[in-house]
């Protein structure tokens, strides 16, 4: 089983920025294609960006360019929150699919394991 954990939620101004982490205890969550997707009140979660085992991207059209994603060698996944929105007020996630070597897909169904989420609140 896979356990994921976020963090580097909060509360940020308008026009600020916030970094999200995503991190696994499993030695293979480096070869996992991981998801960020958030999550609006009374909405679906819907996709943000994503990271493949080789570090392909892909993101959601709005964020390019405000929101980055990335991963280091512990495979570790970050998310890079810049020029932030109100309206990006959401909690956040991360998922992961469990089949090793598959890349990124924005579709939530694809993901396997999913953690907690973390709250980002963005301030006018």
């Known amino acids: 089983q896979v356990q994921l954990v976020e963090s580097g939620g909060g509360l940020a101004q308008a026009g600020g920025s916030l970094s999200l982490s995503c991190t696994s205890s499993?030695?293979?969550?480096?070869?996992?294609?991981v998801g960020w997707f958030r999550q609006f009140p009374g909405k679906e979660r819907e996709f943000v960006a994503g990271?493949?085992?080789?570090?392909?991207t892909e993101y959601r059209d709005p964020m390019t360019g405000r929101f980055t994603i990335s991963r280091d060698a512990k495979g570790t996944v970050y998310l890079q929150m810049n020029s932030l929105k109100p309206e990006d007020t959401a909690v956040y996630y991360c998922?992961?699919?469990?089949?090793?070597?598959?890349?990124?897909?924005?579709?939530?169904?694809?993901?396997?394991?999913w953690g907690q989420g973390t709250q980002v609140t963005v301030s006018s």
């Open positions: 998922a992961a699919r469990a089949l090793r070597w598959v890349g990124a897909s924005p579709e939530s169904g694809q993901y396997d394991y």
């Open positions: 499993v030695s293979t969550f480096k070869d996992l294609a």
């Open positions: 990271i493949d085992w080789r570090s392909s």
